[in-house]
């Protein structure tokens, strides 16, 4: 799958911009793996109600930190920070259940909607807007409206496959509303599959401090000493 759209939006800056989003999630997910195998080896809950909230932020961190003019978008109901750059906003999100992402339903939310239509860049404030009547209506309406769409922020998403044992595949691209409550991919590029990391494999412990029975007690019989009148 191509990349060539990406690489106009984000020029120069792409293949800098793939490798954050690659090493950020790949961290989070390291992380979050190796906490679930302490917290409950057999389960995923932990895993996946965590994750979703520090990819998201983790990556936040990473962008803004990197690149100059990199600004930070926070919706009031929201518990995460998306990073804008380029006119775009990425979001970095785990997939339900490490769903492939066809299966895997985004518009699950009001933000998530929000998102895909396209979020204002900046917030009009009281004071701003024509200060007159427009002597023709019609021709400014239309111009309100080419600036209004201007100001949006396009969506680029980054689904992450994943599940406690393995990160399976991360993809980045241009999304926009489909039909019902499909995403339609205006650009897609697969970054990162397990089969071609094969030399960074996960780590999976063969015991865990869960597995088995505990050891029997044992004890040491006392041997106390003898005391002669001799």
């Known amino acids: 799958m191509s990349g060539s759209q990406l690489q106009a939006i984000f020029g120069t800056r792409t293949d800098e911009l793939r490798n954050i989003i690659v090493e950020s999630v790949r961290d989070t ?9 302490l917290m409950d080896p057999e389960g995923r809950r932990g895993y996946g109600g965590s994750i979703w909230v520090k990819l998201p932020n983790n990556l936040c961190g990473a962008v803004k930190k990197t690149f100059v003019g990199a600004s930070v978008w ?27 992402t066809k299966e895997a339903f985004f518009l699950t939310s009001g933000v998530r909607e929000q998102l ?4 204002r860049a900046t917030q009009l404030t009281l004071f ?8 023709n209506s ?3 309406i239309r111009e ?25 595949t991360i993809k980045w ?6 039909q019902e409550a499909e995403l339609d991919w205006s650009s897609e590029e697969i970054l990162y599959t397990f089969a071609e990391d094969e030399l960074r494999p996960v780590p999976v412990p063969k015991h865990t401090f869960a597995d088995g029975r505990p050891p029997s007690p044992f004890v040491t019989p006392r041997i106390e000493a003898t005391h002669s009148d001799e």
């Open 74 to 100: 926070s919706g009031s109901r929201a518990g995460y920070s998306l990073p804008v750059l380029d006119g775009c906003v990425l979001y970095a999100w785990r997939t339900p259940g490490g769903k492939p």
């Open 138 to 140: 019609e021709t400014d």
């Open 144 to 168: 309100l409206v080419s600036e209004v769409a201007a100001d949006r922020l396009k969506l680029i998403l980054i689904a992450v496959e994943s599940t406690p044992e393995r990160l399976h």
């Open 128 to 135: 701003e807007g024509y200060e007159d009547e427009p002597k």
């Open 173 to 178: 691209g241009e999304v926009k509303r489909g």
């Open 116 to 119: 895909v239509d396209g979020v």
């Open 29 to 37: 997910h390291d992380v979050h793996a190796a906490g679930q195998r």
